[in-house]
Nanobody
């Protein structure tokens, strides 16, 4: 029900835009987020957006470089990633908080109860 795309191999300093297509239900009332997992590491919170798209939050490690947005009419969520670093290499997951509607930003990984399959992002030095 959540499908990520847009990952790939990019050089350090480059940019990528990840997309998340939601299907099977209307996601416009759910808070959404992007999470990532680097090899050998635990999942890390990247960015979150509330149901309206008016409020966003990004993690400290990507602040000033990544931007999250959404288009509810299209059931889409995006992650614009600029100034990429090798440390950003990870599998990136789109996720939703389906336990409540019209809720606030959710910066906690444990609250996300629906995840996509992930898309690989590799940043070379």
């Amino acid at each position: 029900q959540l499908a990520e795309s847009g990952g790939g191999l990019v050089q350090a300093g480059g940019s990528l835009r990840l997309s998340c297509a939601a299907s099977g239900r209307t996601f416009s009332s759910y808070a959404m987020g992007w999470l990532r997992q680097a090899p050998g590491k635990e999942h890390e919170f990247v960015a979150a957006i509330d149901w309206s798209g008016k409020n966003t939050y990004v993690g400290d490690s990507v602040k000033g470089r990544f931007t999250i947005s959404r288009e509810n009419a299209k059931n889409m969520v995006y992650l614009q990633m600029n100034s990429l670093k090798p440390g950003d290499t990870a599998v990136y997951y789109c996720a939703a908080v389906t336990s409540r509607s019209f809720g606030p930003i959710v910066p906690m990984i444990s609250e996300y109860d629906l995840w996509g399959q992930g898309t690989q992002v590799t940043v070379s030095s």
